[in-house]
């Protein structure tokens, strides 16, 4: 399997603290995806970075991407209880559409 | 716009019936997911559509899996027979042709229990 892989498998801690989770990937890509999972629902996309791309911003979120060690992190600034879910980076890659999940992270974030 | 939307949500069939999961797609959307998920194997891509048209069906775990877009807004998953090794959520998910921008929308799902 070429999908990406994510670090760490869980991840606890305390509301206002940052959250740091990052994925793997083993070929080129086009872009790589985030998103969030909340316990018993679909995924709700997060943000887009395209492989041109070494940063990008969404509120509270910061992706990176680092092509030449093959990853990327999604940072959570000031974390909230309703962060509190699992969160997945998807690759496309070549001239396909589809989206390759990792494992994802387990966040949890404690009052 | 109502987002993706499946149905049922929820599916609970004794092994060896006909299970039929339905989705329909965001209005514009013209590319269409079908992914499956259980602990053991995460996320799990089973066949995608363009423009109507299956494009990789690698995913599908045999034959007794079957999907459709009859029409550019509906699809559905068919499983039969089911046995208990496919209990799973099930998700479908739609984008633009230009996925690779604006990111994939995805629908509650649907969990499917086979007893």
């Known amino acids: 399997s070429q999908q990406g892989e994510e670090d760490p498998q869980a991840l606890s801690i305390q509301e206002g603290e940052n959250a740091t989770m990052n994925c793997s990937y083993k070929?080129?890509?086009?872009?790589l995806q985030w998103y969030r999972q909340n316990s018993g629902r679909g995924l709700v996309h997060l943000i887009l970075?395209?492989?041109?791309?070494r940063e990008k911003h969404s509120g509270r979120l910061r992706v990176t991407l680092d092509t030449s060690k093959k990853s990327s992190s999604l940072l959570i600034t000031a974390s909230r209880a309703a962060d509190t879910a699992s969160y997945f980076c998807?690759?496309?890659?070549?001239?396909?559409?589809?989206?390759?999940f990792g494992q994802g992270t387990r966040l949890t974030i404690n009052p | 716009d109502a987002g993706v939307i499946q149905s049922p949500r929820h599916e609970v069939t004794e092994m060896g019936q006909e299970v039929t999961l339905r989705c329909k797609l965001i209005s514009g959307h013209n590319s269409l997911f079908w992914y499956r998920q259980t602990m053991m194997r995460g996320l799990e891509l089973l066949i995608y559509?363009?423009?109507?048209?299956?494009?990789?069906d690698s995913g599908m775990p045999e034959d007794r899996f079957s999907a459709k877009m009859p029409n550019a807004s509906f699809s559905t998953l068919k499983i039969q027979p089911s046995e208990p090794r496919d209990s799973a959520v099930y998700f479908c998910?739609?984008?633009?042709?230009?996925?690779?921008?604006?990111?994939?929308?995805f629908g509650s799902g649907t969990r499917l229990t086979v007893v």
């Open positions: 070929t080129s890509i086009n872009n």
């Open positions: 970075i395209r492989s041109n791309e």
């Open positions: 998910a739609s984008t633009t042709r230009g996925g690779d921008t604006y990111g994939y929308t």
């Open positions: 998807a690759e496309t890659k070549g001239g396909a559409q589809k989206l390759v």
């Open positions: 559509f363009n423009n109507n048209v299956p494009i990789d």
